[in-house]
C-alpha cells in the first residue's frame, strides 16, 4: 500500500480544487490519487463551472438506483436523472443562465416553461398523458411533485397508467421525446414532425423490449442494426458544420474526443482533439460536444450545426 501525506483539509469543498479560469487545479490533489481516479475525474465538469452548490453526496440515492435499474434507453436515464435534479434548460432555466431573453413557451405561448410545464402543463404535453392515464387518477398524475411522480410511475406501474405492461419503459420514453420534440419547434422549426409523441415512445418500447428479449436469448446483437447510408452535407450559408467524434478504448474505458468545423462550401475551417479521461463512448460524445461549442465561440462562430455518428 502507497501511503501519501495528505496536504488538504479532510473537509475540502470541491471548489477549492477548482483554478480561476474553472479548470481543475490538479496540482492541488493529483498527487493524493491513483491514475485511474484521475482518469474518472477528468471527464466530470468542475463544480466552479456549473455554479452548484458544494454539497456531499448525490441527494435522492434511492431515486437514482431506481433510475439506474429501471428497463429504458441509457439517455432516458440521463434524461430521467436531469429532470429530478432540474437540470434541464428549460427557457425558465435558459434565462437564468442569460442565454436567453424569453421565459416563453414555444409551443403554447405560456408566460413560463419550466419543468413542470414543459413535461406535464403544456397542452402539448396534456394532450400526449391524458389518453393514458387513469380517469380518477388524472388530477394526481398533473399534481404530484416531479421527483415523486417519475418515482411513482417507475416504480409502480399500476397506480397511474390505463395500460401498465411496459409502463416504465414508456413512461421514460414519453418524456424523453416531449424534450426532444420541443428542443426540434425550438430550433428547427421547419423541420415537419411526421411521428407523434406518443407513436414514437411506442417505438422504443419495441426497440427496448427487443434488445431484452433477444438479450435473454444469448444473441449478440441487441440493438437491431439498420443499414444506414451516410452522406455529409454541408450547411446553410449562414453556419458553420461541426462534426465531432467520441470513443473509448473497451480494454480501459480511456476516452477522446474530437470535431471538425467546414463552412457551406465543405472547406476545413479548424479542428480540435482532447484527451477526456475514463468514461463510457456516451459521455465522450458529449464533451466532443461541449469542446466543440467552445471552440466554435472562441472562434467567432455563433451559428453551428453540430453533426454525430451518435445512436445512444
Ligand atoms: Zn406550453
Not at 471548489?15 to 481543475?24: M, R, Y
Not at 485511474?36 to 463544480?47: E, G, R
Not at 452548484?52 to 434507453?73: A, E, F, M, V, Y
Not at 477526456?276 to 465522450?284: D, H, I, N, Y
Request: aromatic share 10%.
Amino acid at each position: 500500500m502507497l501511503l501519501v501525506p495528505i496536504s488538504l483539509p479532510i473537509f475540502t469543498p470541491v471548489n477549492a480544487t477548482v483554478d480561476s479560469n474553472g479548470n481543475w487545479d490538479w496540482a492541488a490533489f493529483q498527487h493524493l490519487l491513483p491514475r485511474d481516479v484521475l482518469a474518472h475525474i477528468a471527464i466530470i465538469m468542475p463544480t466552479y463551472l456549473l455554479d452548484i452548490p458544494d454539497k456531499p453526496g448525490c441527494g435522492d440515492d434511492n431515486i437514482w438506483k431506481l433510475i439506474h435499474k429501471s428497463r429504458t434507453l441509457l439517455r432516458t436515464k440521463s434524461f430521467l436523472w436531469l429532470v429530478c435534479k432540474n437540470r434541464v434548460l428549460t427557457n425558465a432555466e435558459r434565462l437564468r443562465h442569460h442565454i436567453a431573453n424569453t421565459t416563453e413557451c414555444a409551443c403554447c405561448g405560456a408566460r413560463v416553461e419550466d419543468l413542470d410545464h414543459l413535461l406535464r402543463q403544456c397542452p402539448f404535453a396534456r394532450e400526449v398523458w391524458e389518453p393514458l392515464i387513469r380517469l380518477y387518477k388524472v388530477g394526481e398524475f398533473f399534481e404530484t411533485p416531479t421527483p415523486v411522480w417519475i418515482k411513482w410511475n417507475l416504480q409502480n406501474p399500476s397506480y397511474f397508467a390505463n395500460v401498465q405492461a411496459d409502463w416504465d419503459i414508456k413512461f421514460g420514453a414519453i418524456l424523453w421525446n416531449l424534450w426532444r420534440f420541443r428542443n426540434r419547434r425550438v430550433f428547427d422549426p421547419d423541420d415537419v414532425q411526421l411521428e407523434s409523441v406518443e407513436s414514437c415512445s411506442q417505438r422504443i418500447v419495441g426497440v427496448v423490449c427487443r434488445a431484452a428479449s433477444q438479450s435473454s436469448l444469448g444473441e449478440s446483437s441487441v440493438i437491431e442494426q439498420r443499414a444506414r447510408s451516410i452522406v455529409w452535407k454541408p450547411s446553410a450559408p449562414d453556419k458553420v458544420k461541426l462534426n465531432i467524434d467520441g470513443a473509448c478504448r473497451l480494454s480501459d474505458g480511456v476516452a477522446s474526443c474530437g470535431g471538425v468545423f467546414r463552412d457551406s462550401n465543405g472547406a476545413w475551417v479548424a479542428g480540435f482533439s482532447k484527451y477526456v479521461g475514463r468514461c463510457s463512448a456516451l459521455e465522450a460524445e458529449f464533451w466532443a460536444v461541449f469542446e466543440g461549442l467552445q471552440c466554435a465561440w472562441q472562434l467567432g462562430h455563433r451559428r453551428v450545426l453540430v453533426e454525430s455518428d451518435c445512436w445512444a
